[in-house]
T-cell receptor
Framework: QKEVEQNSGPLSVPEGAIASLNCTYS??????FFWYRQYSGKSPELIMF????GDKEDGRFTAQLNKASQYVSLLIRDSQPSDSATYLC???????????FGKGTSLLVTP | KAGVTQTPRYLIKTRGQQVTLSCSPI?????VSWYQQTPGQGLQFLFE???????NKGNFPGRFSGRQFSNSRSEMNVSTLELGDSALYLC?????????????FGPGTRLTVL
């Protein structure tokens, strides 16, 4: 079973702080990684994807990938209460067609 | 550009019945994937279709099936419903599937089995 592991949280950070979300994966064949945000009662919304080792920045979000350590992270700078949601980490299977999801980390940004 | 649409949004069925869910992908997208989301198991991959062909299937019983039409629209069917099939069923579309492609999710169909 190819697994993606996330700390379920909740992770609580004050408004304006940096939120750090982490994810590990077991399938060394996975090449592509995705972060989705899911608000309660809604469907997952794509935040970022990353394919290469290192950092990738998009606005307040930075994704980090370390394939040697099989580790993916998402940093959210200047966290806002509207960022409060569940963050899902996903690894694309080696076949290239199936996303293997972690169970998500619940983030709470307090005003 | 319109997003992924799914119908119906909510369904209530009883054990033993069957159900068909529908998904229309983003215009131009030819790959459609289906996922089941439950509180206990999280999001789990069901199957993926491209050009009317199933390319990958998750670890679900044969009661779960799907198909894709020539216009890329997809349906999934669950026969002989069980209580444990109660879940949010999500459809996602992408251009072709693959390592550099991204999947965009529809709003989901909430299925309740009584």
């Amino acid at each position: 079973q190819k697994e993606v592991e996330q700390n379920s949280g909740p992770l609580s950070v004050p408004e304006g702080a940096i939120a750090s979300l982490n994810c590990t994966y077991s399938d060394r064949g996975s090449q592509s990684f995705f972060w989705y945000r899911q608000y309660s009662g809604k469907s997952p919304e794509l935040i970022m994807f990353i394919y290469s080792n290192g950092d990738k920045e998009d606005g307040r979000f930075t994704a980090q990938l370390n394939k040697a350590s099989q580790y993916v992270s998402l940093l959210i700078r200047d966290s806002q209460p509207s960022d409060s949601a569940t963050y899902l980490c996903a690894a694309l299977s080696n076949s290239g067609y199936a996303l293997n999801f972690g169970k998500g980390t619940s983030l709470l940004v307090t005003p | 550009k319109a997003g992924v649409t799914q119908t119906p949004r909510y369904l209530i069925k009883t054990r033993g019945q069957q159900v068909t869910l529908s998904c229309s992908p983003i215009s131009g997208h030819r790959s459609v994937s289906w996922y089941q989301q439950t509180p206990g198991q999280g999001l789990q991959f069901l199957f993926e279709y491209f050009s009317e062909t199933q390319r990958n299937k998750g670890n679900f019983p044969g009661r779960f099936s799907g198909r894709q039409f020539s216009n890329s629209r997809s349906e999934m069917n669950v026969s002989t419903l069980e209580l444990g099939d109660s879940a949010l069923y999500l459809c996602a579309s992408s251009f072709r599937g693959g390592r550099t492609d991204t999947q965009y999710f529809g709003p989901g169909t909430r299925l309740t089995v009584l």
